[in-house]
């Protein structure tokens, strides 16, 4: 149809840039921003076989402070007590909430998957592709993929785009592709992560509470 966008399939493309990699005997630095422990639990398994990984957690969006605290210490405790193939690193990066109100600004009442999300993403993902540039790394990505409810399009559109403004390659991806959320449910279980019921900020949670008071 005239004007319909095809829609790529991001996981031939990491398939295709992972074969070049094991090709050319390299294992290359991986700044991957993740949003939580669950998310990160498969891509962690399947790229710390290819990549030394640096995990960016970056999520200003969470709300309230002490669900943001529980989910960066349940990141760390699983970064220390995975087995990989390479090592992998942990960066903090700022909880600066007052970017992530300014981005969602009149889009708080979006529904989930709308463009509030698609702001958050990119504010997210331009924090990990600056500071990939900073670090010298040789790829950036995010874990969000991973979940049914994130749109795999938008994050890997942002993320191109974001990569040649910063002069760093998005690691096109769509972690959920291979039996990848299902694989992160069960390294859940195996490590006895803590599995929020919302995505993360606070609209989501009035969200979640909306629908369980139905
Ligand atoms: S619902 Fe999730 S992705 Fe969307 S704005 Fe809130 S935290 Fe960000």
Same mark, same amino acid.
């Given at each position: 149809m005239a004007g319909a966008q095809q829609k790529e399939n991001y996981q031939r493309i990491l398939d295709k840039t992972l074969e070049a990699i094991v090709k050319e005997g390299r294992t290359p630095r991986l700044l991957l921003h993740s949003c939580c422990a669950p998310c990160s639990s498969y891509v962690l398994e399947y790229l710390s076989q290819y990549f030394e990984i640096t995990v960016f957690y970056y999520n200003p969006n969470i709300y309230p402070e002490e669900e943001y605290r529980e989910r960066t210490k349940e990141q760390k405790r699983l970064i220390g007590e995975m087995k990989t193939a390479n090592p992998i690193h942990f960066l903090e990066g700022e909880y600066d909430t007052a970017s992530f109100y300014a981005a969602a600004k009149g889009h708080e009442k979006d529904p989930e998957g709308g463009s509030r999300c698609f702001r958050c993403y990119e504010l997210r993902l331009r924090e990990g592709a600056k500071t990939a540039k900073e670090g010298g790394f040789d790829y950036f990505t995010t874990t +969000? =993929?991973? =979940?049914? +409810?994130?749109n795999a399009q938008k994050l890997n559109e942002i993320g191109i785009r974001l990569g040649q403004e910063y002069g760093v390659p998005y690691l096109q991806s769509d972690f959920k592709k291979k039996n990848g959320y299902k694989r992160s449910t069960e390294l859940s279980s195996q490590y006895g992560l803590y599995r929020q019921d919302y995505c993360g900020c606070v609209f989501s949670r009035r969200e979640e509470e909306a629908f369980a008071c139905g």
């Open positions: +969000l =993929s991973i =979940s049914p +409810l994130k």
